[in-house]
């Protein structure tokens, strides 16, 4: 299982090390012995839990490494929505430079995140108990989200959480392209998908990309 989480980082252009490995590794133990009491995943192998959902959340860390590279050497993330965290502590394990919050609106997985968060030793990762739409949860360079629902029901929550040249990623099986009425009312520009595919499948799975537009000063 360990190379199969480094060669999949590899083959995106991230590099990482023994100890982020071990973290993945440690996390995937974790869901497996928590995933039946809280219904975190229907995977019959702990491999699984690697190949489908913690590499998911690698994905999303290349190319948020990527993305950020020639920009801030430190920025903020939320992901919303974060069920059992697989996008969002898996950013917060491989991009250490990120400021990680993890908003859920069900209580007992925010337990089981906290729980995690201090098993793995992470100390870039905040946990909060929210719902998104229903209370401000901040602002943020970068927003994620994995199966919360449609994409064009989910930008105007999203962008409210977004700062000024923020980005936000939405996973997706197949690519989505929103509404240009709903991206001119909420400043959003929606950029070219990055496509990848995760280990031991073939159809290739996207990241439907948009930025937060600058205002113009007056």
């Given amino acids: 299982m360990r190379a199969l989480i ?3 980082a590899a ?17 995937a133990d974790l869901v497996w012995e928590k995933k039946a009491f809280l219904n975190l995943t229907s995977v019959s192998a702990k491999e699984e839990i690697i190949s489908r959902h913690i590499c998911d959340g690698v994905a999303g860390a290349a190319y948020l490494a990527a993305r950020m590279a020639a920009g801030k050497k430190s920025f903020s993330l ?15 394990v491989c991009l250490p430079q990120a400021s990680v919050v993890l908003v859920e609106s069900l209580q007992r997985r925010c337990s089981f995140l906290n729980w995690t968060v201090l098993k793995i030793g992470l100390k870039n990762v905040t946990v909060l108990n929210n719902r998104l739409g229903q209370q401000p949860v901040g602002v943020f360079d970068v927003v994620t989200e994995r199966a919360m629902g449609r994409l064009n029901d989910i930008l105007p929550l999203v962008s409210a959480a977004l700062k000024e040249g923020g980005v936000f990623a939405a996973y997706q099986s197949t690519p989505d392209e929103a509404r240009a009425e709903t991206l001119q009312r909420l400043s959003l520009r929606q950029e070219t998908p990055y496509a990848y595919t995760l280990p031991k499948e073939t159809k290739q799975r996207f990241l439907a990309v948009f930025s937060s537009e600058m205002k113009s000063a007056l």
């Fill in 78 to 92: 939320a992901d919303m929505g974060a069920g059992a965290g697989y996008i969002g502590l898996t950013c917060a």
């Fill in 11 to 27: 083959s995106l252009g991230l590099t990482l090390t023994a100890q982020q490995t071990d973290s993945l590794l440690l996390y």
């Fill in 6 to 8: 480094n060669n999949f």
